[in-house]
Each structure stands twice: as structure tokens, then as C-alpha cells.
């Protein structure tokens, strides 16, 4: 598994599942043309471009080069780079027949050719032996109140609105991107904000 300091955005889950085989970083998804009236999901794609920088890894074909073009309209060129896979022809196993152009997409990738994508891109790769900073924890969030309690629902989503985020995220991806925004006590210092909000 290889560490890389900045984000990475694909455009579907199964790119996604790929990915994180081969990579340890936060990913994100546009849901294809999702992205376009997605407004939240932008918001946040542009927050975490300026926290740690974002690389955009979409397609070959011309739907992946319309996405990657939206995305560089959204977002500030500093905090983007850009990864770019080879045209190679052929279909996913998943697939009964090649997409559109016939051009395999980022999940039909090797290992290697994804790697050297990333690198050609400028990524930050990390060392692996490098300590691990602490950052909030699952524990930290039952802890804190917000999962696996009889409100913590109610309370995660006052958060999630209180911070500008994707209402609909899920726990899992709620905590990334917490990770990605915030330290721990930053957290908590929101969460005293937002009981005085609604003390």
C-alpha cells in the first residue's frame, strides 16, 4: 500500500474500489456527471483541494475529460494536479461489453500503470515508516455523541449542516473527511458551538 499526502478524486465507486487497493489516501467520487449538480460534494471537493491539495484521476474517454474540465473550472489550478491514464482499448471484467469509446477506464488499470499515473502527476508520496499523527477516532465520535447513540443521528447531522457538509454522508465518510478538515479539538470546540447554538 502506498501513502499519498493528497486527496484523490475518481469518478465512480468501482475507480474507488481500485484505488484503494493500491493506495492509502482519501478518495472521493463525482458519481460520474453527478458532479454537475452536485453542489455540496463541489463545496467539499474544493475545501479539501486547499487543506492538502486534490488529484483529479477520471477517465481517458471524452466523459472523463468533461468531468476533469468542470472539476478545473470549480477549483483554484494551485491546489489541483492531474492524473491521466494511457489509452488502452478492451472492457472491465464487470462489463458484458467495452464502454462507449471502447477504452478501459481507471478500475480496468494495473497496479503499476496507476502508480506511475500518480507519480507522472506530481503526487506527494509518503513514507511509510513515518509515525502516524493521531487524528479522531470512531471511539472519539461515540464518545462525543455522534454515532451509535439514541440522538447521535440528530446530532450528526446539526454538525454536518453546522460545517457546510454533505447531509447525506455516511458515518464512515463523515469521519474521512473530519480527519481530512479538522484536529480533535477543533472537533470538539465546534460541537460546544453548536450546543450553545441550541442550548
Known amino acids: 500500500m502506498v501513502k499519498i499526502k493528497e486527496a484523490i478524486v475518481v469518478e ?6 481500485t484505488l484503494s487497493q493500491i493506495v492509502s489516501a482519501p478518495i472521493f467520487e463525482t458519481a460520474g456527471f453527478g458532479i454537475f449538480k452536485d453542489k455540496q460534494q463541489m463545496a467539499l471537493l474544493r475545501r479539501v483541494a486547499m487543506e492538502r491539495g486534490l488529484i483529479v484521476f477520471t477517465d481517458s474517454d471524452g466523459a472523463g475529460f468533461v468531468i476533469r474540465n468542470h472539476i478545473k473550472c470549480a477549483i483554484d489550478s494551485r491546489y489541483l494536479k492531474h492524473a491521466y491514464i494511457p489509452d488502452i482499448y478492451g472492457k472491465e471484467r464487470r462489463k458484458a461489453t467495452p464502454g ?3 477504452k478501459l477506464g481507471v478500475e480496468g488499470m494495473t497496479r503499476d500503470v496507476l502508480l506511475e499515473a500518480l507519480r507522472r502527476s ?4 509518503e513514507d511509510e515508516t513515518a509515525p502516524a499523527t493521531m487524528g479522531i477516532t470512531k471511539q472519539d465520535l461515540m464518545e462525543l ?19 457546510g457538509l454533505p ?9 474521512q473527511t473530519l480527519n481530512l478538515l479538522y484536529t480533535p479539538e477543533e472537533l470538539r470546540s465546534v460541537l460546544i458551538e453548536l450546543e450553545k447554538d441550541h442550548g
Open 145 to 163: 455523541g455522534l454515532s451509535g447513540g439514541k440522538n447521535s443521528g440528530v446530532k450528526r447531522l446539526a454538525l454536518l449542516r453546522k460545517l
Open 122 to 125: 506530481g503526487a506527494t508520496f
Open 12 to 17: 465512480g465507486r468501482y475507480d474507488k474500489n
Open 167 to 175: 447531509e447525506h454522508m455516511s458515518t464512515n465518510a463523515m469521519l
Open 100 to 102: 462507449k469509446e471502447g
